[in-house]
């Protein structure tokens, strides 16, 4: 089987956003965005990821824990990592997660910006890259090593390589509430909707997670 | 516990429609629209609607049936009972159900094209109100006698009465497949999204069952 490209891990409201309205830097999601991430924080791995104890296990948690498993790279939208915009001032933003992050391998950062490799402890290194977005997903798949491609967001990310036909595979977590505008993930598909099928739906108490698979 | 005006058995795709693109006659629920539709007639309910035998019963059942269960009408958006658009032509058109719909109660149709009531087999009656949405709805629940009335769609008329802040509850079904474009259920919510709380998600193989109340 051929490496895919895979989003794992996009929480999305049942009105269709993945960031609510009004986002800026006192709003980084927008308005109510937040809550579309709370039930991470419930599981066991969501709390890892921020040092904290205890958290549920079962579909939620399987589903975040995924989100780490099998994958070889990562591709991310520049405004992913932080929340300058722009040229970078300087090297000083090293990304929200800390000195290690949680990926463990070489992260594409698309940015019509790009500044050196930053690398990071436990393997991962950030690549700035400035290639398009079909360049790059070949970059991420010869550092893969024949492992899949996360795509990591945000949505207008996930929407070009959608949009492009470039991915296999999509795991959404969708959380029932509504957000009354934002950032919409499937907005402008177009025709690209055609090539997917549901392959998976489970339903934890919380969120229903829908995997949809590339069937052309 | 007053009667509310409730939303129940909504198909909306997992980007957000419950119509594809390109409404039209031939098209009446758009491209790919009917594939809303399809586990509706794989339900032992949806199948009686339709003079078929056999069907599935559990979740999906359940939830059809509960569309006939505690309702004294229904109020519907013109689009609703049939294909033709301004004035009637004449008094032909009786509505997509035969002599004897599944309502059997009677059901407000939202028109700007007024004409006389419309009394078929079995208890359903059509009344053509041409009032404003707050007065049929006063009309549907004077005309329940106590019991809840349905908003039977479509999506334009159930987001009239959201925006108005009318809708007390909302139960509507996720299909897992992708349209690409069409007729978008929240589209234009705005801040009357924040009213409503989940209060239970459920499902089946094939479809995400979400409840959603109002709770200001």
Redesign the interface.
Known sequence: MSPKLRVHGVAMS???FVAGPDQGLDNPLGV?GTRLHEWIFETRTGREMTGAEGGTTGIDDDYIAGGFLGFGATIMGRNMIGPVRGPWPDDDWRGWWGTNPPFHHPVFVLTHHPRPPMEMEGGTTFYFVDDGIESTLEQAFDAAGGADVRLGGGASTVRQYLQARLVDELH?A?V??????GE???EN??????D???VE???S??V?H?R?ARTR
Chains 1, 2 share one sequence.
Not at 176 to 181: A, D, N, S
Not at 189 to 194: E, H, R, V, Y
Request: glycine content about 18%; some cysteine; charged content about 5%.
């Open positions: 049942l009105d269709g109510g959404i969708i029932p509430i509504l957000l009354g505008g919409g993930l499937f598909l177009g025709s690209a909707s055609a997917y099928e549901c739906v489970l339903s108490q919380v229903t829908v949809m």
